[in-house]
C-alpha cells in the first residue's frame, strides 16, 4: 500500500523529470508589479447601478457560498439513485451535505462547499480532500425541481478518470478561473494537492476592469504609479471601450475552448494570445462545417462569423453587468438588420427581416425567430441549450457532403437535408449563399488530408476566410506534413493572425533541421506568446550545440515559457503524455516511463499511456518486464483493443 511519503516522492520525480526535459532554462519576466485586488464590494459605492445589475447576474452568481440564500436544490431528504450509485441530500444544523454510496459500496459524507451557478441548472462542489474541490454530477435541475446526472449514458468506476472525483472533474484544474476573480490554482505536484487562493469567489467587477487597488488611489486623488504598459489614467489593467478586439478578447478568455498558459487568471488586458491557445474547428469540438458540436462556449463560432469581421463585438447584443441581452427575441437583431440599418455599420443591407417574406414562417412561431434559423442550439449539461454564434445562412445544400447538421432539419426532423435544400433554394432562387463552402473542404481534409492538400493549402492562404478557418486548415495538413509543405506554407510565418501563425510553425516539423532553425528563428521573440512556444516545441529534438549562439539565446526564454505552461497543468493526464513525448523525443525512455506511469495514476483509464509504458519497459527491460506491466494494465482495461493486441504479442 503505497504512503503518503511514498505519494510525494513519485511527484517530486515528475518534476525533476520535467525539469530534465529542457536543456536550457531562464526565469521569464513577469509583468510590472500589479494592484491588489480590493473585492466588488467596494465598487458599490460609487458605481450602485452597475453593481446591482452585477449582483444578480449570472456572473455574479457564478460561483457562490453553500448558503441557505444561493441554495436552490432540495437538501431536505432527498435522494438520488443512478448506476449503483446512490446519493442522499440532507440539511444538519442548517448547513447542506450529499452523502454518497458509490457503486463498490463505499459511502462517503461530504459537507457542500459551494455552489455553482442559478439556472436552468445548479451544481455543487465537494471537497474530496483539503483544499480539492471536485463537480458533482448529480445537479439540480431548477426549472423542474428535480435531481439528474448530468451523464446519465456513463458507468464510471470509482477509479476512472471520469468519475466526479476523478481529474476531469476537477474544480481547481477545470473550472475555477472562469467562476473566479484572481484565482490562483496552487497546484502541487508532490502531493497532488491544492493549495488554490481567489480574490473573489463569481465573476466578480475586478475580473473585467482588473485590480481595483490603484483605481480607488486615483478616486482618491493620489498620484498614481503608472508601470510601464501596465495600468491607464484611471488606475486599471483593462481599458474598456478604446479597443472592440481587445474588449472581446478579455469575454473570450472564459468564453471559448482554450488551453490556459497559467494557473489562474490572467491580469484583466492580457492579450488572449498571451495566455490561451484557442482550440481549432477540430473534429470532436465541430462539426465540419465549423458548427458547434462540443461545449465550445461562443468565441470559435463567433471567429467565424461576418459580424465579427464587419466589428460586432460583445457588447452590441449583451450587456456586461446584467450579462443579458440587450434586447429581447428578434429586437436584438433588429438593432441592425432592419430598413432603417445601424450607421456603425454601414456595409448592412437594409430591408425587413422580421417578416415571412424573409423566413416564410407564421409570425410569432419559433420558425420566426431569427436564432432558430443563424444560431442552431445545442443542449449540453442535459438541459442548458446553448447557441452557435457564427451567425451562418442555413446550408441544408451541404448536409450529406459534410456530414454537418442544418437549422432546416433541426426543427422538421421528419424530413432530409435535400428536402430542406429543395424549399431554400425555391425560397431564394436568386440567393449568393450556395456556392463553395470552407465545410467542404475541411470535411475532405478531415478524412483523406494527402488527398485534400491542395485545397487545404489553398484555404490556408485565403486572407477572405476567418482566421481560425485558415488556421484549421494548416492543423489538418500537419498530419501529412512534409519538406514540401513546410516549403509552400512558409509565407504564413509571418500572417498578421496569432492563430494562423503558431499553426503554420507546427507545419515546419516535416522540414528539415536546417531549414526549421532558419524559418523559425523570428519566431522565437514573436510578440505573441502562442507563438512564441510553438517556436520553441518545433526545435526541441534539434541538439543545443548544433544551434547557432543567436538562435540558442532567443530559444532561452520561449523555452522557459513553455516549460512554465506545462507546469501550469501538472494537474492535467494530458500534459503528462505531452511530457512522455517530448522525453521519447529526446530519447530520455526513463523520464518518458515517469510521465506515462503519471498519466495512469491520474487517470488509469488512459490505455494510451499503458500502452506506451508496456513498449517501452520491452524495449529498456526485456519481455518479462513488459508482461508484468501488461498485466497491470489489463486489470484496468480487461477488454481494451489496444492491450490485448499487445498480449497476443507478447
Wanted: glycine share 8%.
Amino acid at each position: 500500500m503505497p504512503t503518503q511519503w511514498h505519494h510525494r516522492q513519485r511527484g517530486a520525480r515528475v518534476v525533476r523529470v520535467l525539469t530534465a526535459l529542457f536543456f536550457l532554462c531562464l526565469p521569464i519576466v513577469g509583468l510590472a508589479q500589479t494592484p491588489a485586488y480590493v473585492g466588488s464590494s467596494t465598487c458599490r459605492d460609487c458605481h450602485a447601478d452597475a453593481y446591482d445589475s452585477w449582483a444578480t447576474s449570472h456572473h455574479g452568481l457564478a460561483w457562490t457560498e453553500a448558503s441557505p440564500d444561493n441554495i436552490l436544490a432540495d437538501f431536505d431528504g432527498t435522494s438520488f439513485a443512478h448506476d449503483g450509485t446512490l446519493s442522499r441530500f440532507r440539511l444538519e444544523d442548517g448547513k447542506p451535505f450529499v452523502e454518497v454510496t458509490e457503486k463498490d459500496g463505499v459511502t462517503t459524507d461530504y459537507p457542500v462547499h459551494s455552489v455553482v451557478g442559478l439556472e436552468p441548472l445548479q451544481q455543487y462542489l465537494l471537497e474530496t480532500q483539503e483544499g480539492t474541490l471536485q463537480s458533482f454530477d448529480v445537479v439540480w435541475d431548477v426549472d423542474e425541481a428535480r435531481w439528474y446526472h448530468l451523464y446519465p449514458d456513463q458507468d464510471l468506476p470509482p477509479d476512472d478518470g471520469l468519475h466526479w472525483t476523478g481529474p476531469y472533474k476537477n474544480w481547481n484544474a477545470r473550472c475555477a478561473e472562469c467562476h473566479a476573480t484572481g484565482f490562483e490554482k496552487n497546484y502541487s505536484s508532490a502531493t497532488r494537492s491544492y493549495a488554490s487562493t481567489q480574490a473573489e469567489i463569481g465573476v466578480g467587477c475586478e475580473a473585467c476592469h482588473g485590480p481595483g487597488e490603484a483605481h480607488l488611489q486615483w478616486a482618491e486623488g493620489l498620484e498614481i504609479a503608472r508601470a510601464p504598459g501596465g495600468l491607464d489614467a484611471f488606475g486599471f489593467t483593462m481599458t474598456f471601450g478604446q479597443d472592440p478586439q481587445a474588449d472581446m478578447e478579455l469575454c473570450a478568455s472564459c468564453h471559448s475552448r482554450r488551453e490556459p498558459f497559467t494557473q489562474g487568471n490572467p491580469v484583466p488586458g492580457t492579450p488572449y494570445d498571451d495566455s490561451y491557445s484557442l482550440a481549432v474547428l477540430r473534429p470532436g469540438l465541430y462539426h465540419a462545417d465549423g458548427q458547434i458540436l462540443d461545449e465550445v462556449y461562443v468565441w470559435g463560432s463567433f471567429l467565424q462569423s461576418k459580424m465579427y469581421s464587419k466589428g460586432v463585438s460583445c457588447g452590441d447584443c449583451h450587456d456586461p453587468h446584467t450579462a443579458q441581452r440587450v434586447a429581447d427575441g428578434n429586437t436584438v437583431c433588429a438593432q441592425c438588420h432592419s430598413p432603417a440599418g445601424n450607421p456603425e455599420f454601414p456595409s448592412l443591407r437594409l430591408a425587413d427581416y422580421d417578416s415571412p417574406e424573409h423566413h416564410f414562417h407564421e409570425l410569432g412561431t419559433e420558425g420566426a425567430q431569427c436564432a432558430s434559423c443563424h444560431m442552431i442550439e445545442r443542449v449540453y449539461m442535459g438541459i442548458d441549450g446553448r447557441r452557435d454564434h457564427s451567425f451562418r445562412v442555413p446550408r441544408p445544400d451541404l448536409s450529406d457532403e459534410t456530414g454537418s447538421p442544418n437549422a432546416c432539419t433541426d426543427c422538421h426532423a421528419d424530413q432530409t437535408a435535400r428536402w430542406a435544400a429543395d424549399a431554400v433554394a425555391a425560397w431564394y432562387p436568386d440567393s449568393l449563399h450556395r456556392g463553395p463552402h470552407y465545410g467542404q473542404v475541411l470535411a475532405r481534409g478531415r478524412t483523406r488530408p494527402d488527398l485534400a492538400r491542395g485545397d487545404l493549402m489553398s484555404l490556408a492562404a485565403d486572407e477572405d476566410s476567418a482566421d481560425i478557418v485558415r488556421a484549421t486548415a494548416l492543423f489538418l495538413l500537419q498530419a501529412v506534413t512534409d519538406p514540401e509543405l513546410a516549403a509552400r506554407t512558409e509565407a504564413l510565418l509571418g500572417d498578421d493572425a496569432a492563430m494562423v501563425r503558431a499553426e503554420a510553425v507546427r507545419l515546419q516539423r516535416g522540414a528539415d533541421p536546417e531549414d526549421r532553425v532558419v524559418r523559425l528563428f523570428d519566431l522565437l521573440s514573436d510578440n505573441r506568446r502562442s507563438v512564441r512556444m510553438a517556436a520553441a516545441r518545433e526545435l526541441l529534438d534539434i541538439p543545443p550545440q548544433s544551434l547557432p549562439p543567436r538562435v540558442a539565446q532567443d530559444l532561452r526564454p520561449a523555452m522557459g515559457e513553455w516549460q512554465l505552461s506545462l507546469a501550469a497543468r501538472l494537474d492535467f493526464p494530458e500534459t503528462h503524455l505531452v511530457l512522455g513525448g517530448m522525453a521519447l523525443a529526446l530519447r530520455n525512455a526513463p523520464a518518458a516511463m515517469t510521465a506515462f506511469r503519471e498519466v495512469v495514476e491520474l487517470d488509469p483509464q488512459r490505455s494510451d499511456a499503458w500502452v506506451m509504458l508496456v513498449r517501452i519497459s520491452a524495449a529498456t527491460e526485456g519481455r518479462d518486464a513488459a508482461r508484468k506491466v501488461l498485466f497491470e494494465a489489463l486489470r484496468v482495461l480487461p477488454a481494451d483493443p489496444a492491450l490485448q493486441d499487445l498480449a497476443g504479442q507478447l
